[in-house]
């Protein structure tokens, strides 16, 4: 089970405190624009939340598979590039994730089985949002 809390900084901010369901807190939203000295500085981007709970959920899928596979994996490097709808909610409705492996004889078909399996059986946020955006995936192995 997880557990999440949001508390609003007050004020004139949209900024907010997240914290999981280990304790770890991030700032999410903004500052307003009526001149705070903190005006420059805002927090992560609600809907990119979203993009990045993807990209680390599948992310940690893909490299236990790897070892398990007893793939040499030594660096991986994901790039995440979604399209939004026309109007408000502005939901996505695709969403891309490209892998960039880097190891030692890595095999593509390993690699590709491990993204695979982490997509359509092992993600829970794969799950969640699949259905509501065409989830897509590729790789390269340097």
């Known amino acids: 089970m997880s557990k999440v809390a949001l508390k609003w900084t007050g004020g004139d901010s ?8 280990y304790g ?18 805002k927090g992560l981007k609600s809907s990119d939340l979203l993009l990045m709970s993807l990209v680390s959920c ?16 030594t660096g991986m490097y994901v ?18 994730l490209h ?10 078909d390993k ?3 491990a993204i695979k399996l982490s997509d359509e059986k092992y993600c829970s946020v794969s799950a969640t949002v699949r259905g509501v955006a065409e989830l897509t995936h590729s790789f390269e192995i340097k």
């Open 111 to 113: 690699v590709a089985r």
């Open 79 to 96: 790039e995440v590039n979604a399209e939004n709808a026309d109007k408000a909610p502005y939901q996505f409705t695709k969403i891309h």
């Open 14 to 21: 949209k900024l907010f405190i997240a914290r999981d369901s």
């Open 24 to 41: 770890h807190s991030i700032v999410t939203g903004s500052w307003s624009d009526k001149g705070d000295e903190w005006q420059e500085w």
């Open 99 to 108: 892998f960039i492996i880097e190891g030692v004889d890595l095999d593509a």
């Open 58 to 73: 599948s992310s940690y899928d893909v490299v236990l598979i790897l070892e398990r596979q007893r793939q040499q994996l």
